[in-house]
């Protein structure tokens, strides 16, 4: 059973605009939400992190934006560049529990 | 780099076959995660293990086990292979044991399986 959902599949953007990716969960218990990059060829290597004690954490150009309520959460990349383009993962999971669940990924173009 | 490391990096066998993965953890973590990545299932929890025991099962199958020996290394072994078991396998590995809240994994560069 599919308990994170990504969207959109796929995304274009161009150089210098903001890409945004969202995620969405049924579990209420998951209490962090990494979020991971994967290059061509490569394992996914890990983006950016948020526990839902906070609305949103910024690390550079990438920004997760929180929102409790709702059971979303999205990561928005400010100023996208062509160094970006990589799939994108979301995921979740609950303090002490080994099972993360991923999102289906968002492959991501940044074009020049 | 990770420091994960994973072999073989493609494998091609036939239906009915076994084939083993094997993956490295970086030094020091003593949990290793296994993952399966296919294009209509995404990212999937497989299973982990901590310090030489199983931890947590995911959505193995039962063909499919795995086991991690005392120098923490790790193997992933798939019999009876299906068309669909074509897939990408990753190996993660974390210092904690619980890779939940606040214990990054850190992923190899996977194991590409083509089953034929």
């Known amino acids: 059973q599919q308990q994170v959902k990504q969207s959109p599949q796929s995304l274009i953007v161009q150089k210098g605009g903001i890409s945004i990716i969202n995620c969405a969960y049924e579990n209420t218990a998951f209490d962090y939400f990494p979020w991971y990059q994967q290059f061509p060829g490569k394992g996914p290597a890990l983006l950016i992190a948020i526990r839902p004690d906070v609305s949103e954490k910024k690390e550079g150009r990438f920004t997760i934006s929180f929102n409790k309520s709702a059971k979303q959460f999205s990561l928005h990349i400010m100023d996208s560049q062509p160094g970006d383009s990589a799939t994108y993962f979301c995921?979740?999971?609950?303090?002490?529990?080994?099972?993360?669940?991923f999102g289906a990924g968002t492959r991501l173009t940044v074009k020049p | 780099d990770s420091g994960v490391t994973q072999t073989p990096k493609h494998l091609i066998t036939a239906t009915g076959q076994r084939v083993t993965l094997r993956c490295s953890p970086r030094?020091?973590?003593?949990?290793v995660y296994w993952y399966q990545q296919s294009l209509d299932q995404g990212l999937q929890f497989l299973i982990q293990y901590y310090n030489g025991e199983e931890r947590a099962k995911g959505n193995i199958l039962e063909r499919f086990s795995a086991q991690q020996f005392p120098d923490l290394h790790s193997e992933l072994n798939l019999s009876s292979l299906e068309l669909g078991d074509s897939a990408l396998y990753f190996c993660?590995?974390?210092?904690?044991?619980?890779?939940?809240?606040?214990?990054?994994?850190?992923f190899g560069p996977g194991t590409r399986l083509l089953v034929l």
């Open positions: 030094s020091g973590d003593l949990s």
């Open positions: 993660a590995s974390s210092v904690v044991p619980s890779g939940g809240a606040g214990e990054t994994q850190y």
């Open positions: 995921a979740a999971s609950i303090r002490g529990n080994n099972d993360m669940r």
